[in-house]
């Protein structure tokens, strides 16, 4: 099958404006100020709306308080690309209340991870390539040279697709793509590369996940499966709390290797996921990457 068609948003110019926002998790006003400093180191302008601060459980505002905030980004030509802050859980709830034709009619680059991976999921529905990539949140975990390649994915646009890879890379986090399964919004994977990752999950609940995308014949529609950072992973032991040992007796490589097809490749200790160093990753197109993971696709 042909793997979607996605462009590229405008590449960010130097003063160009980046939209903070809190799609999922709430933030705090110190949180806020240093992702504002942080832009404006890149040399680029901090954009952030009334009611950034909002709060509702662990939301950043209800459901149409998050998505209103979003649409409003959308339309505002005034921004060249929005910034999730943090992850959590909440991006999936918005997802049936945000506009699709104001994004589409002036794309912004989307940017973030782990819950972001929803966001980025609607974005490639829309057309659109987007940026899995660290929330403001985690931006100072990472080295220079990292951030320096954060802010040149955006600035580069199309500008590297000479080093393209054969197909481009859609997916992210496993727990928000096996939510999506069965809805309008799970990512467009025919054809494309299968991004995983994923945190603090017992090894079954992995299995459970994997065998979901199995069932649901994803893995036999992809050109491939990126295994990024699956880290502080647990098994049904003492060791990880339990009453006692119990262990599930498979590893992450045991449970690919049972779900994904022997002929559909797996590239392992992709650098992505909830680790210090993120890299950054254009999702939705066929584009060079900086990164040595991307050589030979």
Sequence with gaps: MSPVTCQFPKALQPGDGV???????FVTAEQIAAAKQWIVQAGYTPIAYPGLLERDGQFGGDDAHRAAYLNRG??????????????????GR???????????????????????????????????????????????????????RFW??????????????AAP?????????????????FPPVDGAWLLL???????????????????????????GVLVGAFTDLHDNTVASGQAVDNPFGRNLEAMLSEHV???????F??????????????????????VAWTHGF
């Design 74 to 91: 959308f339309k505002d030509e005034g921004v060249r690309a929005i910034w999730a802050m943090r992850g959590g859980y909440g991006c």
């Design 197 to 223: 990752e994923d945190l603090d999950e017992y090894l079954y609940h992995i299995d459970r996940m994997l065998l979901a995308l199995r069932l649901a014949g994803v893995f036999q529609r992809v050109r």
């Design 152 to 165: 040149a994915a955006m600035a580069a646009g199309n500008n590297n697709a000479e080093r393209a890879p």
């Design 261 to 267: 097809p022997n002929d559909t490749p797996v590239v």
């Design 94 to 148: 918005i997802l049936p209340l945000l506009d699709m034709d104001g994004f589409q009619h002036d794309p912004k680059w989307l940017v973030g991870f782990s819950d972001t991976t929803a966001l980025h999921a609607w974005a490639q529905h829309a057309g659109v390539a987007s940026l899995h990539a660290p929330v403001a949140n985690t931006f100072n975990q990472a080295s220079q040279s990292l951030q320096l």
């Design 19 to 25: 939209l903070l926002a809190a799609p999922a998790r």
């Design 169 to 185: 890379v859609v997916g992210g986090n496993l727990s928000v793509l096996y939510s999506l399964l069965g809805t309008p919004y």
């Design 269 to 290: 200790d992709v650098p992505v996921g909830h680790i210090r160093e993120n890299e950054p990753v254009v999702l939705g197109v066929a584009t060079g990457q900086s």
